[in-house]
């Protein structure tokens, strides 16, 4: 059982880096949380492998000391198991709950050459959905609305949630984590526990495509 549980454990591990990388908003208490959920189940694996140690194939009694690793093991792994479905429940990591017509979810890495950056045609999006783009280690909602396109910060004011997991009505986008409205416009908060504004970038369409103005410390990045 030890060793069963040690291989599904490195198993399990390879889906959640994964997560871990992509699907946490960093920045966030989201990824705090993940950070932690991490560490508790890497801490948990090594002492249930020490254990091993001081258990015998026959019938011997395990040494005292694997049994107490043991129980450390059990107390860790239980911790990140509740960090782990805080994430899913609280966090909604890796759940798909978008609302209705909200389109398929749309993620696009940019490598920008210049402050001004061909992010999409004219017709990619319908009014109400979102598309994130990634632009180094920065990520940037770009949402249609009744008015046209606009783009703004995924990250949340509040708790560091992403915005493009959210939902995006009448030019207003909330956050999935505790209910934040913004103006997308804007970017002033309509609605907390959010007290600051999120920032938003310049737009323009051209030629049957949209182009977004970045600032410069992004196209240095």
Known sequence: MNALGI?????????????????????????????????????????????????????????????????????????????????????????????????KWIEEPIVPASPLVDVAATDELDVDQMKLLRIGANRIVLARTEAGYVAFDDRCTHKGGSLADGALVCGTVQCPWHGSQFDVSSGEVKQGPAEKKIRTYTVTESDGRIWLKLPRRLTAA
């Open 7 to 103: 291989a599904s454990a490195l198993a399990a591990a390879v889906p959640g880096i994964i997560d871990y990388v992509f699907a946490v908003p960093p920045r966030s208490s989201g990824k705090q949380r993940a950070t932690n959920h991490m560490f508790a189940n890497m801490s948990a694996l090594g002492l249930f492998a020490v254990s091993r140690l001081g258990r015998n194939d026959g019938e011997q009694r395990p040494a005292t000391w694997a049994v107490a690793t043991e129980l450390c093991g059990l107390g860790l792994l239980t911790a990140g198991g509740w960090m782990g479905g805080t994430l899913v429940y609280r966090n909604q990591i890796g759940v798909d709950h978008r609302y209705a017509n909200a389109g």
